[in-house]
């Protein structure tokens, strides 16, 4: 079984179930939404990161790590547009784990709680003979009408997306491969992976703003995440491959280990970037905002009443067109 069809039979099996009081969103997002107080909500939402699946303790130091186990959780309140409150954080420690190693790791995750304002309030502690997990769960809080959701796309909006797409992806590859790790050029890729950054400045922005009809964070790829968007919304998205943006070391990295840099951006995953759905006449407003917040944004797409996710590669006239929908990571 599969992990989407894995979560559909969990949300099948609860989802009968009427709403519980106070609840307003449960699983399909990425957050669970719960009434706060008349005028504001709580986001609720959790992300494990596991040995050998997230990350590989031989290239990934404790601080970074500890970083990224704050940072990915963040991510999800930053996609419904929240602002990060609390925190609480399940490690399951393995026997190799000296106290030096602990150290850095609280330390690296204690200095992402300060950037992003969330406080750890509790949590487990218990021994895993084998895999280090790092299980977090994160509360965030918004106005109850500036949560963005996934479903709320439309036909004819545009799809944005903050930042570069790919370089977790080609880091992690290189890292991988022991390839170009001295390379001053490549530490932008490598970075992405060890210690991506949560865009809760922007979510924010966006969220206030008031124009935006859907959002997601992206963690398996833009193939798949934008296939998440579009089933909520029950619609469809174009993708043109020219405006997707990239970095000029995925070009090279992607020269040295014989790969496509397109592959890393639609397919690899871990880009915790913002993608998000507005109609046209919001283009602008997008851009001044997010100019504001020193974050680069581009459209990339558009949204169609068709379903799928097709990739254009080329013109948008004559480019041979692709289905990409859920064609990024998955694990099971
Ligand atoms: N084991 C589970 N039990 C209940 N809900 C789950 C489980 N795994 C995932 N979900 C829910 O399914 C949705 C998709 O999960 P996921 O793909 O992990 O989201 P994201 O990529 O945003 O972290 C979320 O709403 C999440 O809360
Ligand atoms: C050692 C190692 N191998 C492979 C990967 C690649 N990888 C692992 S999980 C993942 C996708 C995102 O993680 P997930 O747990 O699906 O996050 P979620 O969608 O739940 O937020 C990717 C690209 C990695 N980060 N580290
Ligand atoms: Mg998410």
């Known amino acids: 079984m599969r992990e989407r069809e894995m979560i559909q039979a969990i949300s099948d099996l609860v ?6 009081e106070g609840l307003i969103r449960s699983i399909g997002d990425d957050c669970a939404v719960i009434s706060r107080t008349d005028r504001s909500v709580w986001l609720l939402s959790m992300d494990s990161l596991v040995e050998q699946v997230h990350f590989d303790l031989r290239f990934h130091p404790a601080y970074e790590l500890g970083r990224k186990a704050v940072s990915v959780n963040v991510s999800d309140v930053a996609a419904m547009g929240g ?24 330390a690296g995750l204690e200095s992402a709680c300060r950037e992003y304002g969330c406080l750890l309030i509790g949590g487990d502690t218990v021994s895993s003979p084998r895999a280090l997990t790092l299980t977090l769960t994160i509360i965030g809080e918004q106005d109850r009408e500036a949560v963005i959701y996934r479903s709320g796309a439309r036909p004819g909006d545009e799809i ?13 590859d290189l890292f991988r491969l022991g390839s170009g790790l001295e390379d001053p050029d490549f530490k932008p890729l490598l970075a992405r992976h060890l210690n991506p950054r949560a865009r809760v400045e922007l979510g924010l922005a966006l969220a206030g703003s008031g124009v935006v009809r859907a959002m997601l964070d992206l963690s398996d790829g833009l193939a798949t995440d934008l296939a998440h968007l579009c089933k909520e919304s029950g619609v469809g998205g174009r993708v043109e491959a ?35 759905t507005a109609p046209p006449a919001a283009g602008k407003t997008i851009q001044t905002l997010a100019a504001g917040q020193n974050v680069p944004v581009s459209r990339i797409g558009w949204i169609v009443r068709e379903h799928g996710v097709v990739l254009i590669r080329g013109d948008r006239d004559e480019g041979e067109p692709e289905r990409i929908d859920f064609q990024g990571y998955e694990h099971c």
Do not use: C, N
């Open 160 to 172: 944005w997306v903050s930042g570069e797409l790919g370089l977790a992806a080609a880091g992690l």
């Open 242 to 276: 020219r405006l997707l943006p990239g970095h000029p070391a995925l070009d090279r990295a992607a020269v040295l280990l014989d790969r496509q840099p397109i592959d890393w951006m639609i397919r690899g995953g871990e880009d915790y970037e913002l993608l998000f």
């Open 83 to 106: 602002r990060p409150q609390f925190l609480l954080l399940s490690l399951g420690l393995t026997p190799d784990r000296d106290q030096a190693w602990f150290k850095e790791f609280m």
């Open 15 to 20: 989802g009968r179930k009427e709403l519980a």
